[in-house]
């Protein structure tokens, strides 16, 4: 393994930054995740597989579960009160099987997209076993120990706490990246982040659309920051309305600026997506008359930023065409370019390979889709999809069904993860390539679950996880 030097002083900064403020380790694990394109070195025998610097910290986070003490009994715990944890298990064994297994059972029967990490990019193939099947792979099982380390590690007092601290790192650097960013370009300067970009992928970062520059910030593409900046905007958005925070708020707008000037069409489209429950709930507030002020300075800033904007084609009948050209591009003629043709022709094969193998899937890494439902089915086949669908059940069920109060620190942050987690969903079901959730799915899964368990009697915490006190898990019945 080459490790990166670039990888490695990152890597040093964040743990000497959680060390100082005597931090968990998942803030910094979390934190990590705004290097979407800082690879901590690479695996020559995997391909050129280069692993990014989050699997550094998710280790760091497992060896911190594991380290405590009563850990056997905590461990049966989680099991015995946490039923997601059986079938975390157990698609982790499904998917290390299928990976190594269906590539070879069905070799030929069916067609794949392999990545090519030379000038070929992706090209569509036969299916056969590669290097892709053991990275990803290992990236799942990564995926499922740290859920399983934070479900424990939530059993201390101050984690929950630790969680939101890392959430609001992560995106707090994502915006000054993509600022800087933006700036590096805009200026002149080219791609002044290119050195933290040392991933082996194809970087899509200097790049135009209808006049205007891409964003990429720390990530690899566009597609992939504005991805990030949408599970963003939902975190930093439901925060602000749990507990009008002004760092939030302040996050959130920063946010919503950012992804407007992404020209990211999976931005777009997944915000159009994920403002639908918001207006539904601000007409509903409306009508019962019980219409809080965070969503009144929601409906009071819709007709002052449209007045704006007629005022603005009042003075300057032209100045909104480059802006009606991109969304033109980026979202109306978006299926009818040779990069949506191409992309809904992923999504084709994959779900016929689905249908070759008889619903078994190619396994986990075998091929490139792009929406990540149709990787799933494509790569997990029925029994995996199904699976699959029982996490997201629970993920979107959300903090209801919990015996009790719930503390409201503990609401605020579970809902907030939980907004991050489903938004980061739906911009992979737009653009996602992989069948793995990944850690933005994992994580909050675990918050959520063990949020539930949480419960207030008396007034008075009666669960560790608490940002504030000492408790003890209540079991769920």
């Known amino acids: 393994m080459q490790v990166s030097v670039v990888g490695a002083l990152i890597c040093t900064g964040i743990l000497a930054l959680v060390v100082c403020m005597r931090w968990s380790m998942i803030t910094a694990l979390i934190t990590s995740l705004a290097f979407g394109a800082t690879a901590i070195g690479t695996i020559t025998s995997l391909g050129g597989s280069s692993p990014l610097i989050f699997t550094v910290f998710a280790m760091l986070v497992i060896l911190a579960a594991l380290a405590r003490r009563g850990i056997w ?45 030379t000038a070929r990019g992706v090209y569509e193939a036969a299916l056969a076993p590669v290097s892709a099947n053991i990275s990803q792979a290992g990236y799942f099982i990564l995926g499922g120990l740290t859920f399983l380390a934070t479900c424990l590690l939530l059993q201390r007092s101050g984690t929950l706490a630790d969680i939101r601290r890392g959430f609001f790192l992560w995106f707090s650097l994502h915006v000054v990246m993509g600022v800087l960013d933006l700036l590096g370009k805009m200026s002149g300067a080219g791609d002044i982040l290119a050195p933290i970009r040392t991933a082996n992928y194809s970087m899509l970062t200097h790049v135009t659309q209808a006049g205007f520059w891409r964003i990429a910030g720390a990530f690899s593409e566009a597609s992939a920051f504005g991805g990030a900046s949408l599970a963003g905007l939902a975190f930093t958005f439901t925060y602000w309305r749990k ?38 709930s601000i007409v509903k507030s409306l009508a019962s ?29 032209h100045v909104f065409d480059p802006v009606l050209q991109l969304v033109d591009s980026t979202v109306i003629n978006k299926a009818t370019s040779a990069s949506g043709q191409e992309r809904s022709y992923w999504n084709y094969k994959s779900l016929q390979s689905f249908f070759d193998t008889g619903g078994l899937g190619i396994g986990l890494g075998s091929s490139r889709a792009s929406s990540w439902p149709i990787a799933v089915l494509s790569q997990l086949g029925l029994f995996g999809a199904a699976m699959m669908i029982v996490l997201l059940a629970m993920l979107v069920r959300g903090l209801r069904g919990g015996r009790g109060r719930l503390d409201p620190d503990v609401d605020a942050i579970g809902s907030s993860v939980r907004a991050c987690a489903l938004s980061a969903l739906v911009a992979g079901s737009l653009a996602g390539g992989s069948a793995d959730p990944g850690i933005v799915f994992l994580v909050p899964l675990a918050v959520v679950l063990v949020s539930r368990i949480l419960v207030v009697e008396d007034g008075r915490d009666t669960r560790a996880p608490y940002p504030h006190g000492d408790g003890q898990l209540a079991e769920v019945g």
């Open 289 to 317: 008359g019980r219409l809080r002020s965070e969503e009144a300075l929601l409906v009071a800033f819709l007709p002052l930023l449209l007045l704006s904007g007629l005022a603005a084609i009042l003075f300057y009948p």
């Open 73 to 117: 009994r905590e461990i049966g715990a989680v099991f015995l009160r946490i039923g997601a944890a059986w079938i975390v298990c157990l698609l982790m064994i499904y998917v290390c099987i299928g990976a190594l297994l269906f590539p070879r059972l069905f070799a030929g029967q069916t067609s794949a997209f392999v990545a090519s990490r």
């Open 243 to 280: 507990t009008g925070s002004k760092l939030a708020l302040a996050l959130a707008t920063s946010l919503f600026i950012l992804l407007l000037l992404s020209t990211s069409s999976t931005a777009y489209v997944g915000l159009a997506i994920v403002t639908v429950p918001v207006v539904i």
